[in-house]
């Protein structure tokens, strides 16, 4: 019978999506592993990869249509010896759930395809196609797999009534249950996430009679409102602060710029601020970690996440073993997630993981601010500007000098007061001293 094709969850925060472009017409043949379209997801532009093979019998979403939701129905996918007209009308899409209860009984039509839409928040989604004990693939379909997987039944115990043999629905409600597993608890989501207050409606009766426009949140902006209400909710923050003297590094970056200048590269203080957190956290082993719930994990690698302003929101790409490359290396690596970043081309590992971020305001002219962990991090730091200061020199003179403001934001569940205290020190002292990082 023919598969419905599901908007999938291509992001773990991911609830609706945008079908930016098809890459495929109806009747085209594909194969697993083929491109069918390129959806905006909360966080970037990506290429959704289709998963079984068939023909495209029907396409139920335009491109170009916004805020489609994980587990929609997008298009259908005909089996061999299936035709359009085995797509009945059940394959068209639902209906959004606010504006019409959906019956008691769903069509089968309707349910979740096997092996698409990984992510919904409603509905436990179908298993993954099984085999039976002869090594043969078992055909169900995926609101059978469903129903089986709650129920805790072998689809190989299960004869089918539908076509070819395929097990339907009925099959599995007319086999004999036990109990199911019970379905684990539902991640919440981005509005269940959101502070609770007054209502959008109540907000605005304040303000009528004014000038104002009204801004719709995209899936972006929702997701920073949700995680960051979470992460100043349930994160107990503690701050560290310090001023660190940047001459050193200023006078050594100037002249490694100088001398790689015919290599094209131009090293950023951002880049020397990346590697410095990354020997830290070499340095102090124990504040590489992240808090898993449960469960503290020390992470051996420094994967620095580092924020990334884009319109209408921020990334924090991830540079993978900072502590063991150069600076040369972490520059045009920095340089080419932030330009992918500003243009949505990430991918979901590019910018999860690490335990540490760094957010730098310094170019904005920002003399000093306490940032927000980024859950799981351990840490953030928070990087002012550069400012000429006078400062008390060595020998009791007054002198002036290069200081830069930062602030170490740190979760106590991880890192305690003194270790957090290590950690800084080390950061500073690696950039008032940047030769030793070639050592």
Known sequence: MPTEILMPALSPTMEEGTLAKWLVKEGDTVASGDLLAEIETDKA???????????????????????????????????????ADDIGETSAPKADASSSAAPAEASEATEPAEGHGRGATDASPAPAASTGSDGKRIFASPLARRIASQKGL????????????????ADVENAESKPADKPAASAPTASAAA??????DAIAKMYQGRDYEEVKLDGMRKTIAARLTEAKQTVPHFYLRRDIKLDALLEFRGTLNG???????????????????????????????VWAGDKVLKL?????????A?????????????????????????KDLASRARDRKLAPHEYQGGSFAISNLGMFGIDNFDAVINPPHGAILAVGAGVKKPIVGKDGEL????????????????????????????????????LAMLA
């Open 45 to 83: 532009t990506m290429e959704f990869e289709a998963v079984d093979e068939g023909v495209v019998g029907k396409i139920l979403v335009a491109e170009g249509s916004e805020g489609v939701k994980v587990n929609t129905p997008i298009a259908v996918l005909l089996e061999e010896g299936e035709s």
């Open 399 to 434: 002198t002036a000098a290069t200081v830069m403001s930062v602030t170490l934001s740190v979760d106590h569940r991880v890192i305690d007061g003194a270790l957090g205290a290590q950690l800084l020190n080390a950061i500073v002292e690696n950039l008032e001293n940047p």
């Open 300 to 308: 051996t690698p420094s994967d620095v996440a580092v924020a990334v």
């Open 259 to 289: 001398q790689l200048a015919d290599r094209g590269v131009k090293l950023s203080v951002n880049d020397f601020i990346i590697k410095a957190c990354a020997l830290a956290l070499q340095a102090v082993p124990e504040a590489n970690a």
């Open 154 to 169: 072998d689809l190989s115990d299960i004869k089918g009534s539908g076509p070819h043999g395929r097990i339907v629905k």
């Open 310 to 334: 884009i319109e209408g929101g921020l990334f924090t790409p991830v540079l993978q073993d900072a502590h063991q490359k150069s600076l040369s290396t972490l520059s045009a690596e920095m």
């Open 195 to 200: 502070p609770s207050g007054s209502s959008s």
